[in-house]
């Protein structure tokens, strides 16, 4: 992977980096992501682009701890392990067979005789 070298803006600031040209996208989308954070909190009354651009840090460092936690949420709830899966296949299997069991011998009004598949 050779590198390159692209030019972006971060708080109105022309910035210089390298990187390869299968993670350029990445990069800028990056960029264009922590620029927007840089101008939220410069609006929201930070005066200093470096304290702007550490306030736009921790934001963006925590939706990427929530988004960690949610998916390691969702992966905690829906791990169910083989052997559950198995255990609930055979208790429906077993009450299939008894609602066909219960069907046999149900009988329709007016009817003496049982059903028959």
Same mark, same amino acid.
Do not use: F
């Given at each position: 992977?050779?590198?390159?070298?692209?030019?972006?803006? #971060?708080?109105?600031?022309? $910035?210089? !980096? +390298?990187? &390869?040209?299968?993670?350029?996208?990445?990069? *800028? =989308?990056?960029?264009? #992501?922590?620029?927007?954070? $840089?101008? !939220? +909190?410069? &609006?929201?009354?930070?005066?200093?682009?470096? *304290? =702007?651009?550490?306030?736009?840090?921790?934001?963006?460092?925590?939706?990427?701890?929530?988004?960690?936690?949610?998916?390691?949420?969702?992966?905690?709830?829906?791990?169910?392990?083989?052997?559950?899966?198995?255990?609930?296949?055979?208790?429906?299997?077993?009450?299939?067979?008894?609602?066909?069991?219960?069907?046999?011998?149900?009988?329709?009004?007016?009817?003496?005789?049982?059903?028959?598949?």
């Amino acid at each position: 992977m050779s590198q390159q070298r692209i030019e972006v803006s #971060l708080a109105g600031q022309k $910035i210089t !980096l +390298a990187t &390869s040209a299968e993670h350029e996208p990445l990069l *800028r =989308a990056a960029c264009v #992501l922590v620029d927007e954070q $840089i101008q !939220l +909190a410069i &609006s929201g009354g930070n005066r200093s682009i470096e *304290r =702007a651009s550490m306030m736009a840090a921790l934001k963006i460092a925590g939706d990427l701890i929530t988004l960690q936690k949610n998916q390691t949420q969702q992966s905690n709830s829906s791990n169910v392990s083989s052997d559950e899966i198995t255990r609930l296949q055979s208790e429906i299997r077993a009450l299939e067979d008894q609602v066909d069991a219960l069907m046999q011998t149900l009988s329709l009004p007016g009817s003496p005789r049982p059903i028959v598949p």
